[in-house]
């Protein structure tokens, strides 16, 4: 069955970088697009972006895209999201997302 994994969440400071990682398997990677997602306490999921099954596309929510990027590589499986310039905002869990399937979610906490 579709298996969602994410990875390099934690606790860091205003102004840092974390890189996101999802492994997929269970279904034919290449061919789908990936999204990430996020859902911070006391709001609704929202769409952080997504990439297209060859990676040559990517979109990142308007709010987000001069700090966010989304990157993939087909032969490992694997969806990324790097994240720079950290806000206290940008606390939530970040689910990566394809198949009509959600990942089980990786914490970001951003500190000041």
């Known amino acids: 069955q579709v298996q969602l994994v994410e990875s390099g969440g934690g606790l860091v400071q205003v102004g840092g970088s974390l890189r996101l990682s999802c492994a997929a398997s269970?279904?034919?990677?290449?061919?789908?697009?990936m999204r990430w997602y996020r859902q911070a306490p006391g709001k609704e999921r929202e769409l952080v972006g997504s990439?297209?099954?060859?990676?040559?596309?990517?979109y990142v929510a308007g709010s987000l895209k001069a700090r966010f990027t989304i990157s993939r590589d087909n032969r490992k499986n694997t969806v990324y999201q790097q994240m720079n310039n950290l806000k206290s905002d940008d606390t939530a869990i970040y689910y990566c997302?394809?198949?009509?399937?959600y990942g089980q979610g990786t914490q970001v906490t951003v500190s000041s």
């Open positions: 997302h394809a198949s009509d399937t």
């Open positions: 269970g279904f034919i990677f290449s061919d789908n697009v």
């Open positions: 990439i297209s099954s060859d990676g040559s596309t990517s």
